[in-house]
């Protein structure tokens, strides 16, 4: 039993309750009250389901739900899906940007290449600063309205 199961167990014991009451008295299955206490997290759906539950329960208990979901999250290894997703992107970007020249080298530029001024790479980095905008506008709303109760 990790951490976080301890801390939920001790504190439903700590308060007298039994698995049925919590039930009665959060809507909480009993079945899921010992998944959260047993570190059982592959019974839920997936990990915003489980991190609900643990809410709801952490708070019938009287814990902190914020500190409960950090404990999961740490016992887990949660990686936030839009900074995964933003990792990729800037991976990606990066590796398709051309050398710059050094000490104004033309380095043999055509007439088919990207002008510095306004041409089609600017578009590109303007498009993916555009991308990386929504991406943490996204995360921030996210972060801020679904996951922190």
């Known amino acids: 039993m990790g951490r976080l199961g301890r801390m939920l167990r001790e504190a439903r014991e700590g308060m007298g309750l039994s ?3 919590i039930q009665e008295a959060s809507g909480i299955e009993e079945s899921y009250s010992k998944a959260l206490e047993g570190d059982e997290y592959g019974r839920f ?3 915003a389901e489980a991190m609900s539950y643990l809410r709801v329960y952490s708070r019938h208990l009287g814990l902190n739900p914020r500190n ?3 404990i999961y999250r740490s016992e887990v290894g949660y990686e936030w899906p839009e900074t995964a997703r933003l990792e990729r992107v800037l991976r990606s970007a990066t590796a ?3 050398p710059l020249p050094l000490d104004g080298e033309d380095q043999g530029r055509t007439e088919a290449s990207p002008e510095p001024d306004g ?6 980095l303007l498009a993916v600063g555009v991308v990386l905008s929504l ?5 921030a709303f996210l972060a801020v309205n679904l996951l922190w109760p």
């Open 19 to 21: 698995h049925q009451q």
């Open 45 to 47: 759906l997936n990990e």
């Open 68 to 70: 409960s979901v950090s």
């Open 96 to 98: 398709s940007q051309m």
């Open 119 to 124: 041409g089609p790479s600017s578009l590109r």
């Open 135 to 139: 991406a943490l506008g996204t995360a």
